[in-house]
């Protein structure tokens, strides 16, 4: 167990949590703006308090935090950044050595942009510098909020990639908070789906229904496959 909700809530945005993730396991957080999805990732970072229950986190945990572009003027460099989320709470005086900051930068496909100013990159280049941020501790646990923001599809694709490949060959948790299923529809374990009245936990196939979502919605709300993809119309 590396997370774990016992009737958690954070009033008034949801309640009566009780979720477990594992070793390995990916899990999409869905549902509409302003119900509580990166609040969520705050409990369990422990910057944000539960009004009820309990969460617990033994594990070593990576944060990629929504997208909020650098000062267009900040001197430091991807490497610069990166290799100060290497030497967090290491002895002073000591450095990371190059060497892991490029692996690191390599592993999110953020290699050729070691020596840029990161207030001078794309949205979408700054997500990248955040992915190998977020991943110096080798996390067991990595929360993502929103990561796929500003990225082109072929990022898109390459970042759910590369989280994929990360939780089956090293066993790190992923818990991703989305507003799209369809991304991580071919490698996500399980969906929390939040929404106005209430939440459900389940399976892509339990969860991304017409009745299910029209009862956490009140509404009708039609879950059509088109494709490869799930529509919510």
Not at 1 to 28: C, I, K
């Amino acid at each position: 167990m590396l997370v774990r909700f016992t009737d958690a809530a954070v009033d008034p945005l949801w309640s009566g949590l009780n979720l477990t993730v594992e070793p390995g396991e990916f899990l999409a957080v869905l549902g509409p703006n302003g119900v509580g999805k990166s609040t969520l990732l705050s409990t369990v970072l422990g910057t944000r308090t539960l009004t009820h229950g309990r969460v617990e986190a033994p594990a070593r945990i990576g944060f990629i935090p929504q997208q909020r572009l650098f000062e267009r003027n900040l001197p430091l460099r991807a490497r610069d950044l990166v290799s100060l989320s290497l030497a967090h709470g290491t002895l002073s005086h000591r450095s990371p050595k190059r060497a892991q900051v490029d692996a690191l930068l390599a592993e999110v496909g953020a290699d050729g942009l070691a020596d840029l100013p990161v207030g001078r990159m794309s949205g979408g280049q700054q997500q990248l510098v955040r992915q190998a941020q977020a991943l110096a501790n080798d996390p067991e646990l990595l929360l993502a909020d929103e990561p796929l923001l500003s990225l082109d599809v072929a990022r898109e694709q390459a970042t759910v990639a590369k989280l994929d490949a990360r939780r089956r060959e090293r066993g790190t948790s992923v818990i991703l908070v989305t507003h799209g299923i369809n991304p991580v529809l071919d490698v996500v374990d399980r969906v929390l789906y939040l929404a106005p009245h209430g939440h459900t936990l389940g399976t892509v196939a339990e969860v991304m229904r017409t009745d299910v979502l029209s009862d956490l919605y009140r509404a009708r709300v039609e879950v059509a496959r088109v494709g490869d993809r799930l529509v919510v119309i």
